[in-house]
């Protein structure tokens, strides 16, 4: 099986932060896009990013160039999108993901009450995962 292509949004802050230790190396995921704020676009990710974890940024991630929002958006070439972005920008970028057909991953709390959204633990709750079928026939995505 090959790997889906996937994006971090809001990747160079403490909670993108998080993501990646879990991504470098994934046997599902290859993680492709790394975008954050227009001031952090064009770097490499090591010099974008004020790192705050114990462990080193995982190497695979250090030389890409971190995107802007927007060219991530434009550029939308990738099947998954993890979201590290505080609520109200979340709210804003997330819909724009998923009306390109991508699946959107968020840690953001702003869409949580909506019926057709799963609160995902997979290990809890993985068939929930159908509700993801509902949400685009009930959106138009």
Request: contains cysteine; aromatic residues 12%.
């Amino acid at each position: 099986m090959a790997k889906l292509k996937a994006a971090l949004l809001g990747a160079t802050g403490i909670a993108g932060q998080q993501f990646l230790p879990f991504l470098a190396g994934h046997p599902y995921f290859d993680l492709t896009v790394l975008a954050a704020s227009a001031r952090s676009a064009g770097k490499p990710y090591k010099e974008a990013s004020k790192w705050y974890q114990e462990t080193p940024i995982p190497a695979e991630f250090a030389d890409m160039i971190v995107v802007s929002l927007e060219e991530a958006l434009e550029n939308a070439d990738f099947e998954i999108l993890f979201c590290a972005l505080p609520s109200d920008t979340a709210a804003e970028w997330e819909p724009k993901f998923a009306q390109k057909g991508v699946t959107v991953f968020s840690d953001a709390g702003c869409f949580r009450n909506e019926k057709d959204v799963p609160v995902m633990i997979p290990e809890v709750n993985y068939p929930h995962l159908r509700l993801l079928e509902a949400q685009r026939k009930n959106r138009g995505w």
